[in-house]
């Protein structure tokens, strides 16, 4: 990971200075260590932070084929760890000393504490954790290797999950890597038994869910059922990270429960450009991380595959996951939305083998050179199109209104009209999906015109009007008739009375028909669904949230 920092040092690799390690001293413990010596392995949860005073310190990882391979030599002044030391999971590398010498130790609180308290080191480890989190991702260095087939909607799925949070894997298709079969085999495993996850060399996973590779890999938290948290933020999108990050930066007890993975809708934005402060644009997975890690570096929890079933209205209040309540003092829903399904019979069978609800490079590598379709006419349909007119032959884009500009950002209508590898065509809409174990037609129909046509278009991507995930809500909190939760002053007298509104207050802007339950991002009614205003509400939640907790 070459490149020097404005500091004059290596950004991933910083060497600190005197004085840096007596900072981080006073924070940690100083001890002595004998050369051999093991300070964390494989699969250990909460490793600590090790600074080098004197001595060498080797990093290593475990390949696939049992052995191991050296990831760093750490000399004096230079530090262990990456993302997973503030996040609390679990460790992909071996730290072992390999000359005797002395070391600065810090637990995970004492980390945090530091980075909280210190803004230059803050800068300088928070840069590093992420800068060799990003080097493991792209040199696929994790614990986990995804056997699997580019026609597998269930690998898709797998692949997604795994690149959406973060865990570095390295992927393995049984039509195109020789030697897989020889490798199943030595595993126990058939063909028709991918897509398999095989962890650390060891422990085989047959057609995982998602929720299975969570607990295998440590993402999920062990929540505490006993424990009353201030705040707990039910979605992980830009409204839920952005209340997560306030909240906790102003030492709030903070819990988040996400279902799938950070970034919610926006997550699967391949370059958000009209964002502040990123001229250049940003991806939503990049933005989406550097939230979750703002939220860690503060002390709130994370923990995925958490899906919330219920809440219970009584204070305090209790967010019901697997059937037990996790309780807190204020609950905010940031449950955002899904993108609409096409009405079509047929459209199950596809999801995933050929119909898609994201467009990352995950979903770009398996139309290269191809034709797709982009069902949608807005901000996200136009991000796809642009994205991958750069990675595939041609792109439809099948819009049901008649111009683009009707809710499309102009920088984005304009690149689409230059484009010479983006036809758009204008109230048209999909009628047919054809093929068999994976989508090989579309049939589509100008509804001007009445004129049906058939492609040989084998990826179609759906960006259509969303639906928000509330249905887990009906009867817990007013929505209004589109499913949307209805907050502050757009809540009628009569909603508020037949809710048993218990407060001589009104609702405040962003809370629900229920006192110190609040709703922001895309599941809010009337909220304008673009990722600044996400954050925004999520943000200004926290005041309110303060508001509340004094009464």
Known sequence: MPSIGDDGREPAFPKLDANEIDRISRCGRRRAVAAGEVLFEPGDRNTHFFVVVTGVLAVTRPTETGGEELVRLHGPGEFTGEVDVLLGRRSLVRGQM???????????????????????????????????????????????????????????????????????????????????????????????????????????????DRRQLAELL??????????VHDVIVVGAGPAGLAAAVYAASEGLDVLVLEAEAPGGQAGSSSKIENYLGFPTGVSGSELAERAFMQ????????????????????????????????????????????????????????????????????????????????VGGGNSAGQAAVFLSLRVRHVHMLVRGERLTESMSEYLVRRIEESPR??????????????????????????????????AIRHVFCMTGADPNTHWLDGSVQLDGKGFIKTGSDLATEELASAAWPLARPPHFLESSV????????????????VAAAVGEGSACVQLVHRVLRE
């Open 218 to 227: 440590g993402l999920e938290l062990e929540l505490d059922h006993r424990a």
């Open 295 to 374: 939220a860690a570096k503060f002390g709130a929890g994370l923990s995925v595959t958490q899906v919330a079933s219920r809440i219970e209205r009584s204070l305090p209040y209790s967010v019901f996951v697997d059937g037990v309540g996790v309780h807190a003092r204020a609950v905010v829903i940031a449950c955002g939305a899904r993108y609409r399904k096409l009405a079509i019979p047929e459209l199950g069978r596809f999801e995933n083998a050929g119909v898609y609800y994201a467009a990352t490079p995950v979903e770009a590598q398996l139309c290269r050179g191809e034709e797709v379709a982009i």
């Open 422 to 455: 983006i036809s758009v065509r204008f109230h048209t809409e999909i009628v047919a999906l054809e093929g068999k174990a994976r989508l090989e037609r579309v049939r589509w129909r100008d509804n001007h015109t009445g004129t049906v046509e058939t492609q």
């Open 98 to 208: 390999r000359e005797p010498g002395e070391l600065v130790e810090l637990d995970r609180e004492r980390v945090r504490q530091l980075v909280a308290i210190d803004p230059v080191l803050s800068d300088v480890v928070m840069r590093a954790f992420i800068l060799r989190r990003a080097f493991l991702i792209q040199h696929e260095k994790g614990d986990v290797v995804v056997v699997g087939s580019q026609h597998s909607a269930e690998t898709l799925q797998l692949r997604e999950f795994l690149t959406r949070n973060g865990h570095p894997y390295s992927y393995l298709d049984v039509e195109l890597h020789p030697g897989v079969k020889e490798l199943l085999a030595r595993f126990g495993v058939g063909v028709d038994e991918i897509p398999v996850v095989v962890h650390r060399g060891r422990t085989v996973l047959r057609r995982p």
């Open 515 to 530: 006192p110190h339950v609040f709703a922001v991002g895309d599941a809010r009614a009337g909220s304008v669904k673009r």
